[in-house]
């Protein structure tokens, strides 16, 4: 597809589970972004990844989250031990190499529901 | 501690007439700024932006203006359509780290026929 995709939209797990999130980008777009964003707020940054690698990480809340992204394209974000507040739309983006200033393409996210 | 600000919740205009949004921030550092609208069960999309260097900047029917002596923009639509009535993002970033956007809380536009 044309744009950043985005599965499952979805997701009703159980406290303590684990969840995994998939994002597929835009094809070319070397920069990839996720964002999580709660009922009533703006997204919040989580993790930056420019190629294989994250460049930034200092978003994640802790140790429980985790992020791949192995042939520098599509990437998973994954949660271990899920909390109930963890529900909220995990969205993620990306961009072309050098786009600077945060023009960023986003998915529709994957809605997470904690029970 | 909310870097970016978006104070008014929701906003209704009547079609045809002006929509402004406002927007501030408290971090100096900021020195690119954008805006994103968001329909329901859609990620947000771009729409306009600003770099520090300038204090208005044009696309259409929409119009940023950035005050930084202020630290305050707003986002100026105009004529306002039904097809405007979204949820819009204030979003701010420093060059030196410009991948990490700081967004405000969104203020819901609903434009009246």
């Known amino acids: 597809g044309a744009g950043v995709s985005q599965t499952p939209s979805n997701k009703v797990t159980e406290k303590g589970k684990y969840v995994e999130l998939r994002c597929d980008p835009i094809?070319?777009?070397?920069?990839l972004y996720w964002y999580r964003q709660s009922l009533g707020q703006g997204p919040e940054f989580l993790i930056y990844?420019?190629?294989?690698?994250?460049?930034?990480d200092s978003g994640l809340p802790n140790d429980r989250f985790f992020a791949v992204r192995p042939e520098g394209s599509v990437s998973t974000l994954k949660i271990q031990r899920t909390e109930r507040g963890d529900s909220a739309v995990y969205l993620c983006?990306?961009?072309?190499?050098?786009?600077?200033?945060?023009?960023?393409?986003f998915g529709e996210g994957s809605r997470l529901t904690v029970l | 501690d909310q870097q970016v600000k978006q104070n008014s919740p929701s906003l209704s205009v009547q079609e045809g007439r002006i929509s402004i949004l406002n927007c501030d921030y408290t971090?100096?550092?900021?020195?690119?700024f954008l805006w994103y609208k968001k329909y329901p069960a859609e990620g947000p999309t771009f729409l306009i932006s600003?770099?520090?260097i300038k204090d208005k900047n044009e696309d259409g029917r929409f119009t940023v203006f950035l005050n930084k002596s202020a630290k305050h923009l707003s986002l100026h639509i105009v004529p306002s359509q039904p097809g405007d009535s979204a949820v819009y993002f204030c979003?701010?970033?420093?060059?030196?780290?410009?991948?990490?956007?700081?967004w405000g809380a969104g203020t819901k536009l609903i434009i009246k026929p």
């Open positions: 979003a701010a970033a420093s060059m030196d780290s410009n991948y990490q956007l700081i």
């Open positions: 971090n100096s550092m900021f020195d690119y």
């Open positions: 600003i770099s520090s």
């Open positions: 094809s070319g777009h070397t920069a």
């Open positions: 990844f420019q190629g294989t690698g994250a460049a930034d």
């Open positions: 983006a990306s961009s072309l190499p050098g786009a600077g200033g945060g023009e960023l393409f």
